[in-house]
């Protein structure tokens, strides 16, 4: 998994700002396949953990392949926010 200098930026100050120690990447089945997630949770057991660019990232064991995600920002509506690419 890759996280741009953007991203980083946005995590770090979004985790120290709320005590958080990092972030978990989950995956689901869904009717249109799978479904990724970005979840504040801690890490579970069988998780892969990593630090890439000083951010813990803790990766579900069934999320085998991962080296082709990216964690970008993306301006929406919202405001600016994380997004997963593939």
């Given amino acids: 998994m890759m ?8 995590l770090k100050e979004f985790l120290e700002a709320r005590g958080l120690g990092g972030i ?13 997630s ?7 057991e069988f998780d ?6 000083g951010i813990q990232v803790a990766i579900d064991a069934q999320l085998t392949d991962t080296d082709l995600l990216v964690l970008d920002v993306e301006e929406g509506p919202g405001g600016r926010g994380i997004v997963l690419r593939s």
Avoid at 24 to 36: A, D, I, N, W, Y
């Fill in 38 to 44: 970005i979840t504040f949770d801690g890490p579970q």
């Fill in 48 to 53: 892969v953990i990593q630090t890439i660019k």
């Fill in 3 to 10: 996280i741009t200098e953007e991203a980083r930026v946005l």
């Fill in 24 to 36: 978990r990447l989950t995956v689901e089945s869904g009717e249109l396949g799978p479904q990724f």
